[in-house]
């Protein structure tokens, strides 16, 4: 694939789907493959033309096009690397109606080979790795990637090469989904064996493999848990409400759910000292029911808790997956659109250490 594009700064659409996309792309396939298989103005002939259409889906789908061989284009859509919109990459490629000469493609595939990023080479010949494992969190993938040539005034420019060789060598959905921490360093006073990057995958492979059966088909039910109240003040001297799932919290078991959802939903509390009033405080309770309705805990979906405070409710969902969740909330926020400004951020944190400062001891 030897070019990228994108176009930012459009609106989501309230219309289109992804049989409307693909019936505009079937009518338009011969002209884009030509343009691909020349390899000549293809922004302009190709790009310009498919980033609006995307965007209709969603306006931040990426794309990478590029020929495979000479009979065959290859489009590959992806999110570059945010967890929340892989659904829809992947819903739109399955979607693809059979298409002679074109190949369709879910996120970066995984390339073997090493990359050159502002003058830093980057390949297996200079990198390697090493796990740390934590004894208290002892499911965590923790790895330091170690570089041959690092130095600490370019630290960041490093860092950033080798999470876009990672990208490449590993894949796209593997490089965001199976590693939880990563730093980058160089190899003076590192004790610790250093493992050939070439190893990475299968390191990888035999860790998820570790995790998936010890925790496969673990649920919890809510039903009989216990809750606790927290009330405080905030820094602007605002009140602060919260109510958490304590039971959830003393569980032993929250890295089978490891997927931490935490959405935003902001109101007017200027009047209120930062808190609902009665009407808003109805209309909150009731899109948390709606969520919890499609999120149910025995399918994986645990609710931890909500905090309001500062003209804001906070939402805490941990999931067993991180696919159903954005569908579900996207839905939402598409419903609500005319009254809140509701945001989602959704990320790994096998050990809840997000919600920490609500557990008791």
């Known amino acids: 694939m030897s070019f990228f594009g994108n176009i930012l700064g459009k609106k989501q659409s309230s219309v289109g789907s992804y049989s409307d996309f693909w019936n505009w792309f079937l009518k338009n396939e011969k002209e884009f493959f030509n343009v691909v298989q020349r390899g000549e103005?293809?922004?302009?002939?190709f790009f310009d033309k498919l980033g609006p259409k995307l965007a209709e889906i969603h306006p931040e789908i990426y794309f990478l096009a590029g020929m495979i061989d000479d009979q065959i284009a290859e489009l590959?859509?992806?999110?570059d690397g945010v967890i929340k919109n892989i659904y829809i990459i992947e819903e739109l490629v399955n979607a693809a109606p059979r298409i002679e000469g074109w190949k369709f493609t879910a996120l970066k595939p995984a390339k073997n080979f090493g990359i050159k990023f502002e003058n830093i080479e980057l390949n297996a010949d200079n990198l390697k790795f090493y796990p740390t494992i934590n004894k208290d969190y002892p499911d965590e993938i923790d790895l330091t990637i170690v570089y041959d040539h690092f130095t600490e005034d370019k630290k960041q420019?490093?860092?950033?090469?080798?999470?876009?060789?990672?990208?490449?060598y590993l894949g796209e959905l593997q490089s965001v989904t199976l590693i939880d921490n990563m730093k980058v360093s160089g190899n003076e006073g590192i004790s610790e064996e250093l493992i050939p990057i070439e190893k990475l995958?299968?390191?990888?492979?035999?860790?998820?493999?570790?995790?998936?059966?010890k925790y496969e088909g673990i649920r919890h039910n809510t039903e009989d848990d216990n809750y606790s109240g927290f009330e405080g003040n905030t820094k602007e001297e605002g009140v602060l409400l919260a109510v958490v799932n304590t039971s959830l919290l003393a569980w032993?078991?929250?890295?089978?759910?490891?997927?931490?959802?935490?959405?935003?939903?902001?109101?007017?509390?200027?009047?209120?000292?930062?808190?609902?009033?009665?009407?808003?405080?109805?209309?909150?309770?009731?899109?948390?029911?709606?969520?919890?309705?499609?999120?149910?805990?025995?399918?994986?979906?645990?609710?931890?808790?909500?905090?309001t405070a500062n003209g804001k409710r906070e939402i805490f969902f941990a999931c067993k997956e991180f696919r159903k969740p954005p569908k579900v909330?996207?839905?939402?926020?598409?419903?609500?659109?005319?009254?809140?400004?509701?945001?989602?951020?959704?990320?790994?944190?096998?050990?809840?250490?997000?919600?920490?400062?609500?557990?008791?001891n």
């Open 201 to 213: 995958k299968d390191y990888l492979i035999w860790r998820e493999k570790e995790f998936v059966e």
């Open 252 to 307: 032993d078991k929250k890295a089978s759910h490891p997927w931490v959802v935490i959405i935003t939903i902001p109101f007017d509390g200027s009047n209120t000292n930062g808190m609902p009033d009665e009407e808003t405080y109805k209309i909150l309770d009731e899109i948390e029911d709606e969520i919890s309705a499609d999120l149910k805990d025995l399918e994986g979906y645990l609710n931890i808790g909500r905090e």
């Open 157 to 168: 420019l490093i860092t950033k090469g080798v999470y876009i060789f990672l990208d490449n």
């Open 41 to 45: 103005n293809i922004p302009k002939g």
């Open 329 to 360: 909330l996207d839905a939402i926020i598409k419903k609500y659109s005319q009254t809140f400004e509701i945001s989602y951020d959704i990320y790994k944190d096998k050990y809840w250490q997000s919600f920490r400062h609500y557990e008791q």
């Open 76 to 79: 590959v859509l992806t999110p």
